[in-house]
């Protein structure tokens, strides 16, 4: 009888080899475009847009049951140029970088392409304490959701091909000081290429 509360830590530990054996690292890159991040008429049309930017991918998965379904997370970053633009005159703001972690539900959908929905944090770092930034950068919740491709291109790799959705309400300190009591809905769309591998 004095074995049987360390059969859970025994089968706890039996199991540890098996979940290694079956963690997988993903690294994509790819680009990544975002809806307005503010518009709104007072005697012109002002938007503030980002460009379509550069993004690098990170991201790692572990299995939950039997069905192919694994939980993980996934780490963005994106750096790409954005403008204002009044009255058709536009004008560069510099460079916007972005960073976003999610934590991921994905499992299998058809053949080779899986699905994947996530829930995390996107956070904005501005180049200067300016415009809309004066108060300095936000983080914002950020829901996403997509559709992965992997083809095996080695006995423990597999090419990935990633595309994405994302939204998130955007607002800062800045604008909420200048009266701007409601937040702007932002998509971003992105796709992506990398690499997989399996730890078995």
């Known amino acids: ?3 049987t509360p360390l059969l859970p830590a025994l089968l706890l530990l039996a199991g540890v080899p098996g979940l290694e054996a079956q963690t997988e690292y993903h690294a994509r ?3 990544v475009g975002a809806s307005n991040l503010l518009r709104d008429v007072i005697v012109n049309e002002i938007t503030v847009r980002q460009s379509i930017a550069p993004m690098i991918a990170l991201g790692g998965s572990l299995p939950i049951g039997a069905r192919g379904h694994r939980i993980g997370l996934e780490a963005t970053v994106s750096s790409g140029k954005f403008h204002g633009s009044e009255s058709g005159a536009d004008t560069d703001l510099g460079t ?3 960073g976003t972690l999610l934590v991921n ?4 959908l058809y053949r080779a392409f899986r ?3 996530g829930l995390g944090g996107l956070q904005y770092w501005p180049p200067d304490r300016d415009g809309i930034f004066t108060s300095g950068g936000t983080t914002r919740l950020l829901a996403g959701a997509g559709i992965d491709y992997r083809r095996p291109v080695l006995s423990r790799w597999d090419l990935m091909t990633s595309a994405r959705y994302d939204f ?3 607002s800062t300190e800045e604008l ?6 409601q ?18």
């Open 105 to 108: 539900l994905e499992g299998p």
């Open 96 to 98: 916007l970088r972005t």
């Open 29 to 31: 890159i790819g680009a």
């Open 176 to 181: 909420e000081r200048r009266g701007f009591s």
């Open 183 to 200: 937040t702007q809905g932002v998509s971003r769309v992105s796709l992506s290429l990398g690499l997989s591998r399996s730890i078995r």
């Open 115 to 117: 699905w994947r929905v």
């Open 168 to 170: 998130h309400r955007f």
């Open 1 to 3: 009888m004095r074995t």
